[in-house]
């Protein structure tokens, strides 16, 4: 999976001298959470988020009149407020790496380029729907987290028992176990039972976390 097959397209953007509260105001009719902000020439300059529009607002603390606050707030403009050195992803980079940047940054979305030129914006959100789909959240079946012995082979034999079932594997994901010698398998079956599922794949495992239909 790539980050252009799950990023929004032709992202909303803002010029440096919009207002803040217009920029504000835009972003709540549209129901998004960041901007990113380009020149007249459609570079990108910067990003601009809700927190970053709110916390421009003067504090309720200050001895300023409600009209002088009101006042001051309409004169500021994004590019005052805007993050200026902007993180950004290609296009064509795995959506790991767009989750990971975002993690280690502690940022809720990142401008896609293309050879410099803004494409898209992919989001915490969007990171969010590819995980359910990886997992098939909305999938029906029997679910089982199982601990598994991590050695070359063992996972082909977990998933060839169940395909000896007749089971149909809607998803599977891999995950760190309790120490180097092991990993957490989590799978969702749909075509079999429960019982029958966790008797044939018992050779393979170490240990059954959780199982469930669902």
Wanted: net charge negative.
């Amino acid at each position: 999976m790539l980050v252009y097959e799950r990023m929004s397209r032709h992202p909303l953007t803002v010029k440096p001298d919009t207002k803040v509260d217009a920029a504000l105001k835009r972003m709540r009719e549209e129901k998004i959470r960041r901007f990113p902000v380009v020149d007249d020439g459609g570079n990108l300059v910067g990003i601009v988020s809700d927190q970053d529009l709110l916390y421009a607002a003067p504090s309720p603390a200050t001895s300023l009149s409600i009209h002088e606050m009101h006042y001051l707030y309409s004169r500021i403009t994004v590019k005052q407020v805007m993050t200026r050195d902007v993180i950004t992803v290609d296009e064509s980079d795995p959506i790991e790496e767009a989750a990971r940047i975002m993690v280690d940054n502690k940022v809720g979305g990142l401008p896609v380029m293309r050879e410099g030129e803004l494409v898209g914006l992919i989001t915490e959100t969007d990171v969010f729907r590819t995980f359910m789909e990886m997992m098939g959240a909305r999938d029906q079946g029997v679910r089982l987290t199982l601990l598994c012995p991590d050695k070359p082979g063992e996972l082909a034999a977990l998933t060839s028992a169940v395909a000896g079932l007749g089971g149909n594997i809607t998803s599977l994901g891999t995950f760190w176990g309790e120490d180097a010698s092991n990993a957490i398998v989590t799978m969702k079956v749909a075509g079999v039972s429960k019982d029958a599922v966790m008797e044939k794949i018992e050779p393979h495992i170490l240990e059954v976390i959780d199982a469930r239909e669902v």
